[in-house]
């Protein structure tokens, strides 16, 4: 039996990971990346290196979307060369990308309109998960649909949730996101005024982290805070972007996401600063 065909578009920190993990599960696997050369250690593993979302999606069984935003996501799925018009009548689309409902709802009507299902499957977790293939899925969508992809989804999680129909995945995925970055503020403001207070900071960082505010989240980035560092594991600007998106949901459903404004402009504050590409943990900079 053939192994079946997965197109998979996006290879940054997330997305390479996840390839990754398809390709030691035995999938054939054709990626994209815009970025050509960041697709390189995905394609020395063994994945074939598509010129173009069409090209990747061609023959597909299932095509993957892992990309920063709304304006990633629609050009490689409807711009020119988009790999929905190419998909074959069996391919099963999943967009894991961390978007907003209008957009899934949009890829959704425009996937309809050729017969195709999609499943919008976003995930929590970070590079490290991605690559241990510990990421949880929130999906959105048919039964039918998610039943097509849930080998390939085992392969890269450790559970995938079925939150109800399509919009559900990116809907909850939001809301995890913005409470996870509500705490990151909160955090960078409270390690500055322990630092600035000449309380000795093992001591004081480890009262918020081993009593109730230790978040899994706040333990880990907590950490890298203390130690300074910024490699990327989630990029910041990201968090910013997940922020916005949150807000304006918020907005849709009739709720002044006020805390979720207030978490959005301490990390503006720290893109403008220059901290943009650095991993989320870099927001407490602006405070030092």
């Not at 907590?222 to 910024?230: A, L």
Request: charged letters at 20%.
């Amino acid at each position: 039996m053939e192994p079946t065909k997965v197109a998979f578009l996006g290879l940054g920190l997330m997305g390479s990971g996840m390839a990754a993990r398809l390709l030691a599960a035995g999938y054939s696997l054709t990626v994209y990346n815009r970025t050509r050369e960041k697709a390189r250690p995905v394609a020395d593993l063994g994945a074939a290196l598509a010129g173009s979302p069409a090209q990747a999606a061609a023959d597909a069984e299932i095509v993957f979307s892992m990309l920063a935003d709304d304006a990633a996501c629609r050009a490689v799925w409807l711009g020119n060369d988009g790999a929905l018009a190419a998909a074959p009548a069996n391919a099963t689309l999943v967009e894991s990308s961390t978007v907003t409902v209008d957009w899934i709802e949009e890829l959704d009507k425009a996937a309809r309109a050729r017969g195709l299902m999609l499943v919008d499957a976003p995930v929590t977790g970070s590079k490290p998960q991605a690559a241990a293939g510990q990421l949880l899925f929130l999906a959105g969508g048919s039964r039918e649909g998610l039943e097509r992809v849930a080998p390939a989804l085992r392969c890269m999680g450790r559970e995938t949730l079925h939150l109800g129909p399509t919009g559900s995945g990116a809907r909850m995925k939001l809301i995890n996101n913005f409470m996870c970055g509500v705490q990151l503020a909160s955090l960078a403001e409270a390690l500055a005024m322990i630092e600035r207070s000449g309380l000795e900071p093992g001591k004081a960082v480890g009262v918020l982290t081993q009593g109730a505010p230790g978040s899994p989240l706040v333990k880990v980035v907590g950490e890298r805070m203390q130690k300074h560092q910024y490699e990327p594991n989630f990029a910041l600007q990201l968090m910013a972007k997940d922020l916005r998106y949150a807000a304006a949901e918020g907005a849709h459903q009739g709720i002044d996401a006020i805390t979720a404004k207030a978490a959005l402009r301490v990390f503006e504050n720290a893109i403008a600063a220059g901290y943009g590409e650095k991993d989320i943990a870099a927001v407490v900079e602006q405070f030092r």
